[in-house]
């Protein structure tokens, strides 16, 4: 009985697995006041090309009742590879926007020392935080990285699961702008 239980087991992992190894991913409406206050420390972006980036991160202030309009906040590790692969498309999409748009980067599972040589070898166009007590992701409802949450006026409005492109990057701020046209 339990090779019968330990087959079926395997057989059900087997098949919700995505065979490319690709991500389900989706938007999910969240609509929720971030009420919380985080104490993050900011990455020092000394060195890198992009001074946009380095302007930020020195001048960003990460209060969230502070945040006004619409903004992007992107959780990532080290680790994870599709969160590499972000990095470039957020930087594209900064390029293609070209806006006020704050997009915010958040490491919430590594030590300091991983989550910075994952910044200074990935050299994200805009500003990123460590979460030293990693509390920050029980608020946001953070399942796993990569996750990326579109936010207006310091109330999420939707959550991206998995590694989002420039295309669903826009779509998610399209989505969020109706989600707030329809509702305020």
């Keep these: 009985m339990n090779k019968i239980l330990f087959l079926a087991l395997i057989i059900i992992f087997i098949t919700s697995c995505n065979g490319d190894k690709k991500i389900n991913s989706q938007f999910i409406l969240i609509n929720k006041v971030i009420s919380n206050e985080y104490d993050l420390k900011k990455f020092e972006y000394k060195g890198l090309s992009n001074r946009r980036a380095a302007d930020k991160a020195y001048m960003l202030e990460l209060e969230f009742k502070e945040l006004k309009g619409f903004n992007i906040i992107n959780f990532w590790a080290s680790w994870c590879y599709p969160c590499i692969e972000e990095v470039e498309d957020?930087?594209?999409?900064?390029?293609?926007?070209?806006?006020?748009?704050?997009?915010?980067?958040?490491?919430?599972?590594?030590?300091?020392?991983?989550?910075?040589?994952?910044?200074?070898?990935?050299?994200?166009?805009?500003?990123?935080?460590?979460?030293e007590t990693k509390t920050i992701p029980i608020e946001f409802g953070v399942s796993g990285v990569p996750e990326t949450f579109f936010l207006y006026n310091n109330r999420i409005i939707y959550k991206y699961v998995g590694k989002i492109s420039s295309d669903k990057i826009s779509e998610g701020l399209s989505k969020a702008f109706t989600y707030v046209e329809n509702n305020n």
């Design 90 to 131: 957020f930087n594209d999409f900064i390029i293609q926007e070209n806006s006020n748009l704050e997009i915010i980067g958040i490491n919430i599972f590594d030590d300091y020392e991983e989550a910075e040589k994952f910044i200074l070898s990935n050299k994200p166009d805009y500003p990123n935080f460590f979460d």
